[in-house]
């Protein structure tokens, strides 16, 4: 389709644009927008109204040619706007910008070579060298996709869908992805999950994005939420890509410690004393209990084929990792939520120094939904992910209204002021 080459090239006049035909009259490289379209064919704009190259074989010849460069180009244009561009690896361009906010479905690969689902999202209007800022979202504990949090018992909260929306909004290009081992982002059987895994799989999603010619590469930042959180502030450590990383729900201290709070907050304070042996065991690597002992509200913490995993997660002191980052962090809690409480925020806080900052929202919970507690006897988190039986989501009236505007605000408006 392009025998002179000319889409491997850079445009002249932009050059963060790849090119789609070149000028019949001097050759030079062009655009979608520096394409002017003549009876003989496509012209720079300095070369309007010129002869071009060639003009004594016959302008009947060119016209011919002319349209013959305008179909190919048409169908290829068409083809990317009907299937989608396709995008599979980084470094795909986007040719055409989006009238509306685009979704693209995509993959990248992560750790070991897992293939990694992800979504997409370009904000109206986004082009190729626009240098807009991007976000990876990073999904929290458990079953867990690029769009939701799926608690037992109760239906799908879509928080990463939520904060993936609220930034196209604002003018930010977004990438969220099904962890590996949920929806798309198969393993093998018995393939085993690592904390480093998780890590290398996001550092993958922020390659793949600053390759995205819509993306200015230095201006990428992480959202994570709960464990995702964690896998951000350990990729923020080492990786000199991230400008900034917000931290929804994210434990400030050993994970056993949260756990241990959310189900004295919940009701289940007799099973503490048994969580917190399993887990002693787990780190000191004696092995999990054998399958069947343990109570169901504290066996779904303990999947048997995870061991590594389990050693790595609860072994990890936030705050230490913590003090390695040193680019702005807003840290995120709803005061609603049973788990992650003040002291976590501030534990963080303090261990990155003067670049974090915490914002606390009233009458949110986990997820940062908004709670009629006066609705929940017994329980102040309905949306709380660290516990099974708790609900994140349920019907109108049933105590959860929309998710916070004023947490959506702030975490907007502190990645505009970081990404700027």
């Given at each position: 389709?392009?025998?002179?080459?000319?889409?491997t090239?850079?445009c002249?006049?932009?050059?963060?644009?790849?090119?789609?035909?070149?000028?019949t009259?001097?050759?030079?490289?062009?655009?979608?927008?520096c394409?002017?379209?003549?009876?003989v064919?496509?012209?720079?704009?300095?070369?309007?109204g010129s002869?071009?190259?060639?003009?004594?074989r016959?302008?009947?010849?060119?016209?011919?040619a002319?349209?013959?460069?305008a179909?190919v180009?048409?169908?290829?244009?068409?083809?990317r706007?009907?299937?989608?561009d396709?995008?599979?690896?980084?470094g795909?361009r986007?040719?055409?910008?989006?009238?509306?906010?685009?979704?693209?479905?995509?993959?990248?690969?992560g750790?070991g070579?897992?293939?990694?689902?992800?979504?997409?999202?370009?904000?109206?209007g986004?082009?190729?060298?626009?240098?807009?800022?991007?976000?990876?979202i990073?999904p929290?504990?458990g079953?867990?996709d690029?769009?939701?949090?799926y608690?037992?018992?109760?239906g799908?909260?879509p928080l990463y869908?939520?904060?993936?929306?609220?930034?196209?909004d604002?003018?930010?290009?977004?990438?969220?992805?099904?962890?590996?081992?949920?929806?798309?982002?198969?393993?093998?059987?018995g393939?085993q999950?690592?904390?480093?895994?998780?890590?290398?799989?996001?550092a993958a999603?922020?390659?793949?994005?600053?390759?995205?010619?819509?993306?200015?590469?230095e201006?990428?930042?992480?959202?994570?939420?709960?464990?995702?959180?964690?896998v951000?502030?350990?990729?923020?450590v080492?990786?000199?890509?991230?400008?900034?990383?917000?931290?929804?729900?994210?434990?400030?201290?050993?994970?056993?410690?949260v756990?241990?709070?959310d189900?004295?907050?919940s009701?289940?304070?007799?099973?503490?004393?048994q969580?917190?042996?399993?887990?002693?065991?787990?780190?000191n690597g004696?092995?999990?209990?054998?399958?069947g002992?343990l109570?169901?509200?504290?066996?779904?913490?303990?999947?048997t084929d995870?061991?590594?995993?389990l050693?790595?997660?609860?072994?990890?002191?936030?705050?230490a990792?913590?003090r390695g980052?040193?680019?702005?962090?807003?840290?995120?809690?709803?005061?609603?939520?049973?788990?992650?409480?003040?002291?976590?925020?501030?534990?963080?806080?303090?261990?990155?120094g003067?670049?974090?900052?915490?914002v606390?929202?009233?009458?949110?919970?986990?997820?940062?939904?908004?709670?009629?507690?006066s609705?929940?006897p017994?329980?102040?988190?309905?949306?709380?992910?660290?516990?099974?039986?708790?609900?994140?989501g349920?019907?109108?009236?049933?105590?959860?209204r929309?998710?916070?505007?004023?947490?959506l605000?702030?975490?907007?408006?502190?990645l505009?002021?970081?990404?700027?």
């Amino acid at each position: 389709m392009d025998p002179a080459g000319t889409a491997t090239r850079p445009c002249r006049r932009h050059p963060r644009r790849a090119s789609l035909a070149a000028c019949t009259t001097c050759a030079a490289s062009l655009c979608g927008a520096c394409i002017n379209h003549t009876p003989v064919g496509f012209k720079c704009e300095s070369c309007i109204g010129s002869a071009p190259v060639g003009a004594r074989r016959g302008r009947h010849a060119l016209v011919v040619a002319g349209s013959a460069i305008a179909v190919v180009v048409a169908i290829f244009l068409v083809s990317r706007l009907v299937g989608g561009d396709g995008a599979t690896a980084p470094g795909n361009r986007t040719l055409a910008a989006p009238a509306a906010p685009a979704e693209r479905r995509v993959h990248f690969d992560g750790a070991g070579g897992v293939a990694l689902a992800a979504t997409l999202n370009l904000p109206a209007g986004a082009a190729s060298g626009d240098g807009l800022p991007g976000v990876v979202i990073l999904p929290g504990f458990g079953p867990t996709d690029r769009d939701a949090l799926y608690p037992p018992s109760a239906g799908p909260d879509p928080l990463y869908r939520d904060l993936s929306a609220t930034l196209v909004d604002s003018g930010t290009v977004t990438l969220r992805y099904d962890k590996r081992g949920t929806g798309q982002s198969a393993l093998a059987p018995g393939e085993q999950l690592t904390f480093d895994d998780l890590v290398t799989d996001a550092a993958a999603a922020v390659g793949f994005l600053s390759e995205r010619a819509e993306v200015d590469r230095e201006r990428i930042a992480l959202v994570g939420h709960e464990e995702g959180g964690l896998v951000a502030l350990r990729l923020a450590v080492s990786d000199r890509r991230i400008a900034s990383v917000v931290l929804v729900s994210v434990a400030g201290r050993p994970l056993v410690e949260v756990i241990a709070d959310d189900f004295r907050n919940s009701g289940h304070g007799d099973d503490v004393e048994q969580l917190e042996a399993v887990v002693a065991r787990v780190v000191n690597g004696e092995g999990l209990p054998e399958p069947g002992t343990l109570p169901p509200s504290l066996a779904s913490f303990f999947p048997t084929d995870q061991e590594e995993y389990l050693r790595d997660i609860f072994s990890l002191d936030p705050v230490a990792v913590a003090r390695g980052v040193h680019v702005p962090v807003l840290v995120v809690r709803g005061e609603k939520a049973t788990g992650i409480s003040a002291a976590d925020a501030e534990a963080l806080v303090s261990a990155i120094g003067d670049d974090a900052e915490v914002v606390s929202v009233a009458d949110a919970g986990h997820t940062l939904l908004e709670i009629d507690s006066s609705h929940l006897p017994g329980t102040t988190d309905p949306d709380s992910s660290a516990h099974g039986s708790e609900s994140s989501g349920g019907p109108p009236g049933a105590g959860v209204r929309e998710r916070s505007e004023e947490a959506l605000a702030r975490i907007r408006e502190f990645l505009a002021s970081t990404l700027a």
